[in-house]
């Protein structure tokens, strides 16, 4: 019998099965249904009074939310704007509406009203860019969610070059904003060490040659009076030691990439990242 999904429990829907590892029995739940405290959203499943709206959508549609949608849920850390993911049974599957996912490899059953982590890990591979995906690994890792050893296993029905994705990864990224920095300077064939510390108590985000931060805030680091005033004593002080600190937040490196590519490219070739060597600060 299937244990108590918490992300369904947390999501309002279950099916009977779920109910029923709960301690439910077939009576209670018909008696439940006809009182009004559970809904029938369709046969063998039940949603309770506040269910949320995408998930109800995907299982009244025959599906589940999965893929980056599920991901979110588990705890990972997923790139703005990818709307809603669902998968179904391959023989539910239809075109047209909201974005329906298939993963590499088998193709279960929905048994639930949302994915576990290792399945909406599978559909990600398909559905995500390659820096998404990295992205996503990044998170994976650093948060604990799941091992290299695991997501090589879970890659392995993969293509080649998607399996390949796992060698970029690095567990030290701490938020999705450092994952996509980092990528994107490497591409451009810019050396960039992450999570460096410079000085006795600070550690940067980003650092490109002797002296140019880039510090990256999270989507949730703007609601922080705290965090925005630690972050400017910091800055303060990375300064009066010599270095330069460019601090980007995520709608810019969402929105305005290529104004912030254009800015450090010119940093770097005016060698604004590197101090004469007399004056190299010590790692």
Known sequence: MPRVDPLATQLGILTTLQLMAGGWTKWQIESAVRRGALRRVRPGWFAGSQPDAAALAAVAAGGCVSCFSALRLHGAW???????HRRFAEHRGRRGGPRRCRPYGAQPPVRSAVDGLELAFRCALRCGSDEE????????LHRRLATSEQLEDWMRSAPMRVRGLLERADERAESGTESMVRLRLRSLRIATRIQVRVMEGVRVDALIGDRL???CDSREHHADAAAYERDRRRDRRLAARGFLVLRVSYRQIHDEWEEIERDILAIVRAGGHRLPRRRRIPG
Do not use: A, M, N, R
């Open 78 to 84: 997923v790139p703005e704007g990818k709307g809603v």
């Open 133 to 140: 995906i990295v992205v996503v690994i990044d998170s994976l």
């Open 213 to 215: 931060v880039i510090e």
